[in-house]
T-cell receptor, first 111, second 110 residues
Framework: SAVISQKPSRDICQRGTSLTIQCQVD?????MFWYRQQPGQSLTLIAT?????????ESGFVIDKFPISRPNLTFSTLTVSNMSPEDSSIYLC????????FGPGTRLTVL | GDSVTQMEGPVTLSEEAFLTINCTYT??????LFWYVQYPGEGLQLLLK?????DKGSNKGFEATYRKETTSFHLEKGSVQVSDSAVYFC?????????FGSGTKLNVKP
């Protein structure tokens, strides 16, 4: 079964800065997804990233705040821009067709 | 749109008690159904899943049956342990998207 990895696993950042989260899969996949889990909450889909096209964002999420790259079939990045404490969450990468579906997550704390 | 409703927590049980966490869903088409578990301070782990009606997913003593007629996927375990204390999420996967319930926190006391 394919394995999903994310970097960093956790980070503490200052308000106003940006953080780029990486997601790597050890097999080629068409669709990759980014989710957010705010403290004590459930998971919410941020966007869908297909290789070779612009990411598709869900209602409430915009490209300026969460730019996404998908340069090839095994890799994607999510950037959380101009961070505020409200962005403190776990960010998870998800991949279609992988048993676990979800990466281990990146735990972000914004001070 | 698609959605998942699961019973609110927290649920507090004594060790060896029977567990049921209710989950119902609304979806177009024919979704796959999942239960995920999140232990304190950890990421999301797939607990079990079912992909078609009447399928039973099972893992670590937990079971859930895909009931299309009642659009439900209730999680059960016959005898819980302290180590089962965690947050449990019911989810559906439909047209390439996951829809999660709000999560149910389970506390098991010795």
């Amino acid at each position: 079964s394919a394995v999903i990895s994310q970097k960093p696993s956790r980070d503490i950042c200052q308000r106003g800065t940006s953080l780029t989260i990486q997601c790597q899969v050890d097999s080629q996949v068409t669709m990759m997804f980014w989710y957010r889990q705010q403290p004590g909450q459930s998971l919410t889909l941020i966007a869908t990233a297909n290789q070779g096209s612009e990411a598709t964002y869900e209602s409430g999420f915009v490209i300026d705040k969460f730019p996404i790259s998908r340069p090839n079939l095994t890799f994607s990045t999510l950037t959380v821009s101009n961070m505020s404490p409200e962005d403190s969450s776990i960010y998870l990468c998800s991949v279609e067709g992988v048993e676990q579906f979800f990466g281990p997550g990146t735990r972000l704390t914004v001070l | 749109g698609d959605s998942v409703t699961q019973m609110e927590g927290p649920v507090t049980l004594s060790e060896e008690a029977f567990l049921t966490i209710n989950c119902t869903y609304t979806a177009t088409g024919y979704p796959s159904l999942f239960w995920y578990v999140q232990y304190p301070g950890e990421g999301l782990q797939l607990l079990l899943k079912a992909t078609k009606a009447d399928d039973k997913g099972s893992n670590k003593g937990f079971e859930a049956t895909y009931r299309k007629e009642t659009t439900s996927f209730h999680l059960e375990k016959g005898s819980v342990q302290v180590s089962d204390s965690a947050v449990y999420f019911c989810a559906i996967y439909n047209f390439n998207k996951f829809y999660f319930g709000s999560g149910t926190k389970l506390n098991v006391k010795p």
